[in-house]
């Protein structure tokens, strides 16, 4: 079957507002990669983290999983170095699904745990969380690079 182009309307939330020239729109994915709203931090005392939390997004999970799809990304586009450990628990029953963990590990190069619960809680609220408990150090906004930008310059 050739290739169809879809129509705006029909488009995956994700993709709206995305230009239509495939280089631009490859050049937003990758800005959002490297510049998600509120994420773009250095994580310099910190050597892991670990997310533990459950495969479906019910009972208080989706901010989790947000913050996993979204944020994550950008923590690693600028801390390459950080060990990052992702567990999802598959739970079958209802019961084991209200008991599941929600939870960020932090481990500091001190050896010093720090848990951060994620659970009925906004994927902002968890970053918040975060960076307060970590003292994390914001990146200066001359050294994230926009490749939409450098994209257009070229054309």
């Given at each position: 079957?050739?290739y169809?182009?879809?129509?705006k309307?029909?488009r995956?939330?994700?993709?709206?507002?995305?230009?239509?020239?495939?280089?631009?729109?490859?050049?937003?994915?990758?800005?959002?990669?490297?510049?998600?709203?509120?994420?773009?931090?250095?994580?310099?005392?910190?050597?892991?983290?670990?997310?533990?939390f459950?495969q479906?997004?019910?009972?208080?999970?989706?901010?989790?999983?947000?913050?996993w799809?979204n944020?994550?990304?950008?923590?690693?586009?600028?801390?390459?170095?950080?060990?990052?450990?992702?567990?999802?628990?598959?739970?079958q029953?209802?019961?084991q699904q209200?008991?599941?963990?929600?939870?960020?590990?932090?481990i500091?190069?001190?050896?010093?745990?720090?848990?951060?619960?994620?659970?009925?809680?906004?994927?902002?609220d968890?970053?918040?969380e975060?960076?307060?408990?970590?003292a994390?150090?914001?990146?200066?906004?001359?050294?994230?690079?926009?490749?939409?930008?450098?994209?257009?310059?070229?054309?």
């Amino acid at each position: 079957m050739p290739y169809q182009k879809i129509p705006k309307a029909l488009r995956p939330l994700y993709l709206k507002g995305l230009s239509s020239s495939r280089y631009l729109k490859q050049g937003q994915h990758l800005d959002l990669i490297s510049n998600y709203t509120n994420s773009s931090y250095h994580f310099n005392n910190v050597s892991k983290l670990e997310i533990i939390f459950k495969q479906h997004s019910s009972y208080g999970h989706l901010g989790m999983k947000k913050f996993w799809k979204n944020n994550l990304k950008t923590i690693y586009y600028h801390n390459p170095s950080l060990i990052i450990d992702v567990k999802r628990i598959d739970c079958q029953e209802k019961e084991q699904q209200l008991n599941c963990p929600c939870i960020i590990k932090t481990i500091t190069k001190d050896n010093k745990e720090i848990i951060i619960n994620g659970k009925d809680k906004h994927s902002d609220d968890i970053m918040k969380e975060l960076v307060e408990k970590t003292a994390a150090v914001a990146v200066p906004s001359e050294d994230i690079i926009s490749y939409s930008s450098l994209i257009e310059e070229r054309r």
